[in-house]
């Protein structure tokens, strides 16, 4: 009979896990009141989803401006080489006789 318990020290150890119970339970009320609530959060979300796709659109209509930049700098480029290659081509025969 000296193993068992008393009721006295059954009912202060149940008090005393109790407690703990109670410590950890304020501990994790104090934690979910720091967190938004689920309509809070769902309307971030909305939010961030939309930026990302804004995002996304504004790449490719970058990627696409580019396309068209690089379309523009050829030409460009072919319109300059098809001139240079004109006077060459209009001082040579200048110089023959022929133009």
């Known amino acids: ?8 020290e059954l009912k202060r150890n149940y008090d005393s ?5 109670r410590d950890g339970f304020n ?3 104090a934690r979910l009141d720091k967190m938004p609530s ?7 979300l909305g939010e961030l989803q939309r930026r990302v796709n804004d995002v996304e659109k504004d790449v490719a ?5 580019r396309k068209a930049d690089r379309r523009l700098v050829v030409g460009a ?8 290659l004109t006077q060459i081509i209009t001082s040579v025969l200048a110089a023959r006789g022929l133009g």
């Open 77 to 84: 480029l072919l319109a300059g080489g098809v001139a240079i």
């Open 38 to 44: 689920s309509e809070v959060f769902t309307a971030l």
């Open 1 to 8: 009979m000296a193993d068992e318990p008393t009721p006295w």
């Open 27 to 29: 501990q994790i009320n």
């Open 61 to 65: 209509n970058d990627q696409e401006s």
């Open 17 to 21: 896990l109790r407690a703990d119970m």
